[in-house]
């Protein structure tokens, strides 16, 4: 049973274009929220955070929005650029002692020059 | 600060062989993940330990696997006996906190079994 969803294997942008990547989640204890980027024989780098007393978390040309009632979170990337293109992960986790990160099965992403 | 590292990077074994996989934390990180993620696949939760205790170990297959992240020195993840199943890339992370902060990868090790 997966409890973090990634519906969209991949997706393609035009550069310059907003890129959006969804999320959804099964466990409503999740109570923060990550998104990692990870290049093809690299290992995950963290991008942007949220918690679940936030709706929004704005880093820069990213973006993230958490809809608790939805379970569902979205990643908004604007403008994309080319060096975005990678396979980016939603993971969630339960604050507090003994509690790991569960990692979405990752979107791919192209940004199209 | 040097990141997390991981070593080797790249592991081949034949089956029937033992793998040792190796994860140093960030200095000043005490919690340590280890995750695999097959081909096109996302990455899998195997096992999260604390100096010298394993907290939970849920993804861990029940044979063959066992991990231990002793007082000094690198977390190690133990596969026995490998079969072609466990070619994979296997991950460490590390945090400072458990759940309440984001988490650090190592580049990996890409375990391929022949």
């Known amino acids: 049973d997966q409890q973090v969803k990634q519906n969209s294997p991949s997706l393609s942008v035009q550069e310059g274009r907003i890129s959006i990547l969804n999320c959804d989640y099964t466990?409503?204890?999740?109570?923060?929220f990550l998104w990692y980027k990870k290049y093809p024989a690299e290992g995950p780098t963290f991008l942007i955070s949220?918690?679940?007393?936030?709706d929004k978390n704005e880093d820069g040309r990213f973006t993230v929005f958490l809809n608790k009632s939805a379970k569902h979170l979205s990643l908004h990337i604007v403008p994309s650029q080319p060096g975005d293109s990678a396979v980016y992960f939603c993971?969630?986790?339960?604050?507090?002692?003994?509690?790991?990160?569960?990692f979405g099965p990752g979107t791919r992403l192209s940004v199209l020059p | 600060n040097a990141g997390v590292m991981q070593n080797p990077r790249h592991l081949v074994r034949r089956r029937g062989q033992e793998a040792r996989l190796r994860c140093s934390p960030m200095k000043g990180h005490s919690h340590v993940y280890w995750y695999r993620q097959l081909p096109e696949e996302g990455l899998k939760f195997m096992v999260y330990l604390q100096k010298e205790n394993i907290i939970d170990e849920s993804g861990m297959p029940k044979e063959r696997f066992s991990a231990e992240f002793p007082k000094e020195g690198p977390s190690i993840l133990r596969i026995q006996q490998v079969v072609r199943g466990d070619s994979a890339a296997y991950f460490c992370?590390?945090?400072?906190?458990?759940?309440?902060?984001?988490?650090?990868f190592g580049q990996g090790t890409r375990l391929t079994v022949v």
């Open positions: 993971a969630a986790s339960v604050r507090g002692y003994g509690q790991n990160f569960v």
């Open positions: 992370a590390s945090s400072p906190f458990p759940g309440d902060t984001e988490a650090f």
């Open positions: 949220i918690s679940s007393i936030k």
């Open positions: 466990n409503s204890m999740f109570d923060y």
